[in-house]
């Protein structure tokens, strides 16, 4: 989160229309994001929000709605009446149909009505929170309102997912780019604006003792695991539709392998980091389609027991097909072909109903070039890891070998561990609230480029096609509760390595083990 909000940072008057304003995004992560940040006084003194769309509801009932939402999903304490009338002072809606000209032209003269008072033209953000269906009849009913003109006041905010594949994300980015300039375009990836992603740089470009060490000489693998113990949800329609690589590999997992391989751009200039995580996303070896099980395996949930519940599978879902192939889970083996990177595995997995909700990125380190002790003191002997904590612990830690107390040579894993809530003070700030921030700053450098989106769908698109053509025939392949299919582990197993999920939990069991061994040597 930034710093200390002061009125010389504050974004310039800002109105966001939110299309899709009665939608799940806007009332669990938009309205907190955007209440969050007027308490905590990041917000200009002129701003407003419009919900725009079909609401069917009256303006005290969308504003109890939307309360109800901060309510439940602010990292923050229920809202007081006092902030919150406030805040819901900046807050309105109109009802439009959205594929209709009319509806942009009332949004027009609206806009212009809402900003009259105040003393300078209000930044205009367009935020599309609603099915990419929805992202072309928009943008041309914006333009046929002209509402994109204002080139240095206007942004449109796209969500993922950004198309389905390459194709499709092709035709959206010639679309937009009709309708705006790029630097007015802002394509959220929300892991961009988790702090703990947001480190991976500070920690490799801010420090100089890891970078000399980051690259194929002391690195034997990358592993970036993000388990999920949730199942669909209410998302069936979506979900079945997508699956897991395009839900998650394609953008988050792919965007948090680019801030871990790639160069140390010159300055944080937005152009200049999405330039060198776009230069990671082309050196990654293209997956020749007749190879791609041996680079990608998929898995679906049957029913399973998980945290003492029984929770049904896939196919029982809500709005999912009964007989669907739709992947729940998917791992892929990546590799990155450059100086720095050659011949370091990149494994890459997630899947949903897995036994935690677990993200973090594991670097594993070579083994010493020669080993000085005896067999004998190697016994519990753990390759050196580094691992980047993202959620729900937040944090980095460290393992690495140590002699155990006692009088004879004994060697084993221990931590150096720091924690986000224990080294500051304080909630860290939603994804969305710093990248709410941004769009109203102009700031690009956590979206994603119109080149990052397309090449980032390359990178996967192989795997798409071959999973569209074959059929899975296992399916459902891992119970609900499990870590995955079988098939995952031998991707893995076939580089000699294993998953090290959960790496945390695993790490204090190695130090358990340290001190029984230390208490029976003793
Ligand atoms: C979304 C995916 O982008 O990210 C969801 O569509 C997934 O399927 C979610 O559950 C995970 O995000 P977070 O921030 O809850 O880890």
């Known amino acids: 989160m930034k710093k200390k909000p002061n009125n010389e940072h504050k974004p310039e008057p800002t109105i966001f229309s939110i299309f899709g304003a009665a939608g799940d ?30 609401l069917h509801t009256s303006k005290t009932k969308y504003l109890d709605h939307m309360r109800e939402g901060v309510d439940q999903f602010s990292r923050q304490e229920k809202t007081k009446n006092e902030d919150w009338k406030r805040f819901a002072k900046h807050l309105d809606f109109m009802e439009a149909e959205l594929d209709q000209n ?31 269906g929805m992202i072309e009849p928009i943008t041309k009913g914006l333009a046929s309102a002209r509402l994109n003109r204002r080139r240095e006041h206007a942004r449109i ?22 309708v705006f300039d790029e630097n007015q375009i802002f394509r959220i990836d929300h892991f961009l604006g988790k702090e703990t992603v947001q480190n991976i740089l500070a920690f490799r470009l801010a ?7 980051w690259n194929r000489h002391y690195i034997d693998h990358v592993q970036i695991n993000v388990a999920e113990d949730l199942g669909v949800e209410h998302r069936g329609h ?61 898995g679906q949930y049957g029913a399973g027991w998980l945290q003492g519940e029984h929770v049904r599978g896939y196919r029982e879902e809500e709005n999912v097909n009964p007989d669907s192939f739709t992947e729940t889970y998917a791992a892929v083996k990546l590799f990155v072909d450059n100086w720095r990177w050659q011949g370091v595995p990149f494994y890459l997995r997630t899947g949903k109903r897995l036994p935690n909700r677990i993200t973090e990125v594991s670097i594993q380190f ?106 899975p025939t296992s399916f459902p392949n891992y119970q609900a509760g499990t870590w995955g299919p079988e098939e995952a582990e031998v991707l893995i197993a076939k580089g000699g390595r294993t998953w090290t999920m959960p790496t945390i939990l695993q790490c204090q069991e190695d130090v358990a083990m340290c001190r029984v061994h230390s208490v029976r040597d003793d």
């Open 366 to 471: 070579r083994p010493v070039p020669h080993q000085t002790f005896p067999a004998r003191a190697l016994l519990d002997r753990q390759p050196n890891r580094l691992i980047i904590a993202i959620q729900p612990e937040e944090g980095i830690l460290l393992r690495f070998e140590s002699k155990l107390p006692g009088p004879s040579l004994h060697l084993a894993p221990v931590m150096m561990q720091f924690f986000y809530k224990e080294a500051f003070q304080g909630q860290p700030a939603d994804a969305y609230e710093t990248l709410l921030l941004d769009i109203m700053e102009g700031d690009a450098t956590l979206f994603m480029r119109e080149d990052q989106a397309e090449a980032a769908w390359q990178v996967i698109q192989p795997v798409l096609d071959v999973w569209d053509e074959q059929r």
């Open 25 to 54: 995004l806007c009332w669990r992560k938009l309205m907190p994001a955007l209440y969050n940040l007027f308490l905590d006084g990041w917000l200009p003194e002129e701003f407003a929000i419009l919900g725009v769309g079909h």
């Open 157 to 178: 905010v796209v969500e993922k997912p950004f198309g389905s594949d390459l194709d499709s994300a092709r035709g959206l980015n010639q679309l937009l780019s009709q």
């Open 238 to 298: 979506y979900y079945d539709k997508a699956g897991a690589l395009r839900d998650m590999i394609q953008n988050h997992l792919l965007q948090i392998l680019c801030l871990v391989a790639m160069e140390a751009p010159i300055t944080f200039d937005g152009n200049e980091v999405r330039n060198k995580k776009v230069d990671v996303l082309h050196a990654i070896r293209p997956i020749p389609r007749h190879q791609v099980h041996d680079f990608a395996v998929r």
């Open 102 to 132: 009319q509806a942009y032209s009332d949004l027009s003269d609206r806009l212009d009505q809402m900003e009259k008072g105040w003393a300078v033209k209000a930044q205009r953000v367009f935020y599309l929170a609603m099915p990419p």
């Open 207 to 213: 420090n100089t003792m890891f970078e000399p060490i």
